[in-house]
Each structure stands twice: as C-alpha cells, then as structure tokens.
C-alpha cells in the first residue's frame, strides 16, 4: 500500500495518495444544545453526507487518487493486543473520565471489540446507557464525546515535505482527534516504520491546526497565524524544518483576521494552480505577511515583515506572475455567502484541477474562465460542518 514516505512538496501538483474518513455515527451524536461545545452550526443529516462523501471519494478514485480511511489505518494500528490496550488506556486519559468504576466500565465495554469497532465507537462517542447507567438523570447523555469534526481530515495532522505535524489543537472538543495520528505514524505496520520526521508533536505546547498549513511550492511554505493556530507553534515548526534539512528555504506567516468565519488559512485562500490562486476578497487588504528565513552559521530565524501586497509577495517568493481569482467575483453578497460555503476552500488534484462545491457556482465559473477545470461535488450536507474540500483530505503523497 505504501511504497515510500510522506511526499508532499506542493498544493497543486499530481495527487497520488490522500487520506480521508467517512462520516459516521458521531454525526447522528449532535444535539442541539451541544452544537456549539462540537464546534457544528447545525446538524447533517448523515445519510446525505454519507453519500455526498462518497461522491466526494469517486470524483477523487476516477482521478487515479488512492484514497485511504482514517479509520481504516487507525484500526491497522492497534492490531496488537498490547497496543489496543495502550491505546484505549490513552482514550480513556484523554477523556477525562475521573470516576474510577465509570472508567473500568468503560474499558470492559471497548476491550472485548475489534480494532476497527473500537475505533469507530471512539468517534462516535460513548454514552451511559451503553455501559449499563441509566441516563435519566444525567445532564449530559456521554461519557465520551463524539468527534463529528472529524471528517475534516485536513487539520489533525499534516504531511509536508517527507514529515508530518501531529498537531496540538486549539480547542478541547478536537484535542483528541490527533491521537489516531499518534498511533498510526507510531504503530502502524507501514507508516509506523517509516520514522516519518514530526516537525511538530501533540503534546507541544501551542496550538496549530492543518488548515493554516499550505505547501506552496519546494522551497516556499505558507502558515496561518489564525484563530486556531499560534504563532510561537509556526516558529517551532519553521525551527525544526529548517534545522533538520528539509527542502523548503522560506516560511510565510500570513496573519488573518481570528474570527470563526476565517478559522483557518485555507478558508480564505488556496493554490489551484502554479501561478493560481482563489481568495476572499474582504480580507485581501486586511492580511499582513512575515517572512521567516534562517541563519545556518548563528542557528537562527529571521523574520521580517513583507509590506507588499499579497500578489507581490507571491510573485516574488514563487518567482512568477501570479493571478488572484476572488471568490464570488468580489461582488460583497455573492463573496460572502459562497466563503460561508467555502468557496475558497478548494482541493488542487492536479495543476490547474480541483475539486469544489457545486453549490458555489459563481466562484466555480470563474474558477472555469480562469482555465481552471472545476470538478463540483454536492454539499448541501457536507458543508454545514463549516469545511470544503481541502479540509476533508488530507494529501500523503503529491507527484514530484
């Protein structure tokens, strides 16, 4: 299954691998009372997400992707009896359930599964009334939460260059997502004996999250300072790339507005080809850019701030002309609908191919009469998450 490490050097080149996961029952766990804590606007109905995912799937399978679950290589990684319970033991810490007899119930209600059982109901959340406790009284029907944020695959971890980021995740809610991570670059029987570099680890101490992450070319990185992501997590990351001799030579921090609507880079701008790319237009003048280099002889980062604007700034990093195409044309209603919808939030396959939102059908002809070839998949289900493309996959290898 996998032939070689990590490989992802670029945004827009040749997708090969990509790592997804199918909604499950962690979806039908929403309530609405809970909406917020969950980090959800509304509640999917899964059987339409389910099949828009998919879609989703088989636009990418009919483009020559390999496509790969996240549930499916968490479950190849707790094979082992001594690992599964090692594992469910880290579930269990990372739950925060205090009450000893609460906890071993719990275990004895996991340990008898299979591994792909296991991971599944871990997702999906585990209530009382599953291990024998009457909920009648309970303000809370969980023990464990569910994770439905979990088809956005982007954010968790993320591969750049030959190495991943396992990442620390600005919220409780989604802090646990990254231990399937954890487990599959440990124990995995391909992936955990690749000794794939971590530029950043789960149990650092700042918060970065995938989707500020954007590789944009072999030498150039760009990483949102946002509202998920700190700044002084970006610096550990730069340190640790340049440090152990990774390809990239420059590092852009793009600092944007920290607001839910903006929450990560990648729903405000993307790559969708060489000298491409799709931006929100009410926040174009409103990013600043630092950029980060390093002094090999003292062992230090530069940073400077870039005044220019972000198509000169791109210009220049990418040595080449570069074009912004502006989600909803810039008109101020269309623009701000079709960003709620993650207009911007476009998955580049192939230079100059994505895949999109078919529900964002301004953004998507213009994408179109910008020579782009636009593959809409539907999202009516999907998109209530508050994620587009680019945050349901997680690229592992990119075509050199």
Known sequence: MFKSMINVYSEVEKLEKVLLHRPGEEIENLTPEYLKILLFDDIPYLSRAVEEHDKFA???????????????????????????????????????????????????????????????????????????????YKDYPFIMHPMPNLYFTRDPFACIGSGVTINSMKTKTRKRETIFAKYIFSYHPILGGQNIPRWYNREDEYCIEGGDELILSEDVLAIGHSQRSDKEAILTIA??????????????????????????????????????????????????????????????????????????????????????????????????????????????????????????YITNEILYKNNISVIPIPSSELSRGRGGPRCMSMPLRRKL
């Open 239 to 360: 340190k640790n790339i340049f440090e152990k001799g990774e390809k990239f030579k420059t590092i852009l921090i793009f600092e944007i507005p920290k607001r839910r609507a903006f929450m990560h880079l990648d729903t405000v701008f993307t790559m969708v080809d060489y000298d491409k790319f799709v931006l929100h237009p009410n926040i174009e003048e409103s990013i600043k850019v630092n950029t980060i280099t390093y002094d090999y002889k003292n062992k230090q980062l530069i940073i400077k701030e870039d005044m220019d604007s972000i198509r000169k700034i791109l210009s220049k990093h990418l040595k080449k002309d570069i074009k912004l195409i502006r989600c909803g044309g810039g008109d101020k209603v269309v623009a701000s609908r079709e960003q709620w919808n993650d207009g911007s939030n476009t998955l580049a396959i192939a230079p100059g191919k994505v895949i999109t939102y078919e529900r964002n």
């Open 58 to 136: 088989k636009a990418l399978k009919e483009n020559g992707i390999e496509v790969l679950y996240l549930e499916d290589l968490s479950a190849e990684s707790i094979e082992n009896e001594n690992i599964k319970e090692k594992f469910i033991n880290d579930v269990m810490e990372e739950s925060y359930i205090k009450d000893d007899i609460l906890k071993e119930k719990t275990i004895r209600y996991l340990e008898y599964m299979t591994p792909k059982q296991i991971i599944l109901k871990i997702m999906a959340g585990i209530r009382y009334k599953e291990i024998g406790i009457c909920e009648e």
